[in-house]
């Protein structure tokens, strides 16, 4: 029996969340509608989940004594991203059941793992190649043909730590400006559209998946998210069937997101899978107020052993992000017929910060 079959929260009881952002945020006001506590864990003093909580910790995620006495204090522990130190998870893990499973870590939080472990389960990928230097990305380049995205194995997010690089490029500037030894290249995808699959997997095994969404990104930051996606039903259920597959190989409790790009083929486009985020997702955020449960909500009833909700969207759903100065805008969007604001309680706008977002809910016409 694996300590995520043993976790079963009772209201009243605490939930201890590694991450102080807009994540972590919404996550703990969702156990507080719940009758959970919250504690969250974070090195950030301006950390805005610290907002909405009683308790909190503000020390390095190294902190070996803060982190023992953290878990005193909380029954299960979730974070909010995917880049917490995978050794912060094992220390907290040898103390209090970690959901999901401090060892998905390992495989999420590095994309060349990451796409062995897809590839290996038969899912389709874009074409990829480890790379470690100069000479191995010309290699790598010779067989994968350009243009072509170049990443760092970790520590990527909003298209930090890539690059495209195109025919004529000088390939040492390229690879000197990326600035690691440990890298991944993949070929350039000509993709149709952007898709994502938010699924919640109990540790019964249990899944439950929302409507597949299409994603917009702008400066590699997703923009706009749309529910439902504008996809054949048969492409959304092979979607939803890769995020089902992943959860289950990943032995996965909590709500994770799968990225995926839509690709024209002869007459019948297909899926590849772009990414794997390990937890609640930017392009589920519409859920708060499109749909009967939130994604938020799923993964505090995935971590506390409680039943999973079944997903029913209340009509066509756009959630816009508020990004840097878009924030400003705030009052306008409160004056839209249907729109929801969020604001994460961050300080001043800086290009490229999420610092709200806006769902806007058409209701489903009835027949």
Request: aromatic share 6%; with cysteine.
């Amino acid at each position: 029996m694996t300590a995520s079959n043993l976790v079963k929260l009772k209201p009243g009881d605490t939930i201890g969340i590694l991450g102080g952002g807009q994540l972590g945020r919404m996550l703990a006001m969702a156990a507080a509608r719940l009758g959970l506590r919250s504690q969250v864990f974070s090195p950030d003093p301006d950390s805005p989940a610290f907002d909405v909580v009683q308790r909190a910790t503000c020390a390095e995620y190294a902190d070996v004594e803060a982190l023992e006495l953290f878990a005193n204090d909380v029954d299960v522990v979730t974070y909010e991203f995917e880049n917490v130190p995978a050794a912060t998870a094992m220390v907290l893990a040898a103390r209090r059941p970690v959901l999901p499973a401090y060892k998905i870590l390992e495989t999420t939080q590095d994309r060349l793992i990451e796409k062995d472990f897809i590839s290996k389960l038969g899912i389709g990928t874009a074409d990829y190649a480890d790379v470690s230097s100069v000479a191995t990305l010309r290699t790598a380049i010779e067989r994968i043909g350009l243009p072509a995205v170049i990443k760092t194995r970790r520590f990527g997010y909003d298209g930090k730590g890539q690059a495209i690089i195109r025919q004529g490029d000088d390939i040492e500037q390229v690879w000197d400006d990326l600035g690691t030894k440990s890298a991944i290249l993949e070929a350039f995808v000509p993709f149709e559209r952007e898709i994502s699959v938010i699924a919640a997997r109990s540790a019964s095994g249990e899944v439950e998946c929302f409507d597949v969404t299409e994603n917009e990104h702008r400066d590699h930051i997703l923009k706009t998210s749309r529910a439902p996606a504008a996809i054949p039903e048969e492409l959304a259920a092979q979607a939803r069937a890769i995020a089902e597959k992943i959860a289950a190989a990943l032995d996965y409790v909590g709500v994770l997101a799968v990225e995926l790009f839509v690709v024209p083929g002869n007459g019948k486009a297909t899926v590849l899978v772009n990414e794997i985020a390990p937890r609640v997702h930017n392009s589920g955020h519409w859920t708060l107020d499109g749909a009967s449960i939130s994604q938020f909500e799923q993964h505090i009833r995935a971590i506390a052993g409680w039943p999973l909700g079944k997903p029913v969207r209340h009509g066509e759903v756009t959630m816009t992000n508020l990004i840097g100065d878009d924030i400003l805008s705030y009052e306008q969007w409160l004056t839209v017929p249907g729109a929801t604001v969020h604001l994460y309680g961050k300080g001043t706008p800086r290009p490229g910060r999420k610092m709200g977002h806006v769902t806007e809910v058409t209701p489903a016409r009835k027949p």
